[in-house]
T-cell receptor
Framework: AQKVTQAQTEISVVEKEDVTLDCVYE???????LFWYKQPPSGELVFLIR??????QNEISGRYSWNFQKSTSSFNFTITASQVVDSAVYFC????????????FGPGTRLSVLP | GAVVSQHPSWVICKSGTSVKIECRSL??????MFWYRQFPKQSLMLMAT?????????EQGVEKDKFLINHASLTLSTLTVTSAHPEDSSFYIC????????????FGPGTRLTVL
């Protein structure tokens, strides 16, 4: 079975601080995809990144960066110089390589960035 | 990226009535669509997998007679909540998987259902 754990339920930081959101996953599959989504108060999921299990390179996109480590089954997300607009719930998700496979979501981390 | 729409975006209904939620892939074909439910301050939980032209597959604990799913075309899946009760109040999100794609899945904006 697949499982995603996000140990941090809620995080509060002051604007301009860096913050890392943790994600640990469990799967027996050798090929799979990992995702991060942002869910602002409006509710709509905003896609942030997709990473396949063969690609362990870290990725940076502006203030966002991701650290994928298969050895520890982790896919952590760092926001540098956080801004108030980053306040949202962030979900890590996992799906295996299958045409009909749904996403398995973690419980989410609620990030509050205070001015 | 591909666009998935949901209609309505929010609905308020009386207990005992039925509510239909539509999920449409606007610019691509989706042989598989998924329906998720999200209760306040909780994560998204899969309710059912909707396959075009066949019966939906429901997750354990989801009543198929209460949550009717129809996937009549490659661009439309509907979820009907029959005889809705206050405990059905939730945020319902659909996603559509691009045909023949392993990982291209796009989420709709969600429908907020409030049952009085």
């Amino acid at each position: 079975a697949q499982k995603v754990t996000q140990a941090q339920t809620e995080i509060s930081v002051v604007e301009k601080e860096d913050v890392t959101l943790d994600c640990v996953y469990e799967t027996r599959d050798t090929t799979y995809y990992l995702f991060w989504y942002k869910q602002p108060p409006s509710g709509e999921l905003v896609f942030l990144i997709r990473r396949n299990s063969f690609d362990e390179q870290n990725e940076i996109s502006g203030r966002y960066s991701w650290n994928f480590q298969k050895s520890t089954s982790s896919f952590n997300f760092t926001i540098t110089a956080s801004q108030v607009v980053d306040s949202a719930v962030y979900f890590c998700a996992l799906t295996k390589l299958s045409f009909r496979q749904n996403f398995v979501f973690g419980p989410g981390t609620r990030l509050s960035v205070l001015p | 990226g591909a666009v998935v729409s949901q209609h309505p975006s929010w609905v308020i209904c009386k207990s005992g009535t039925s509510v239909k939620i539509e999920c449409r892939s606007l610019d691509f074909q989706a042989t598989t669509m998924f329906w998720y439910r999200q209760f306040p301050k909780q994560s998204l939980m899969l309710m059912a997998t909707s396959n075009e032209g066949s019966k939906a597959t429901y997750e354990q604990g989801v009543e198929k007679d209460k949550f009717l799913i129809n996937h009549a075309s490659l661009t439309l899946s509907t979820l009907t909540v029959t005889s809705a009760h206050p405990e059905d109040s939730s945020f319902y999100i659909c996603s559509a998987r691009l045909a023949l794609s392993y990982n291209e899945q796009f989420f709709g904006p969600g429908t907020r259902l409030t049952v009085l």
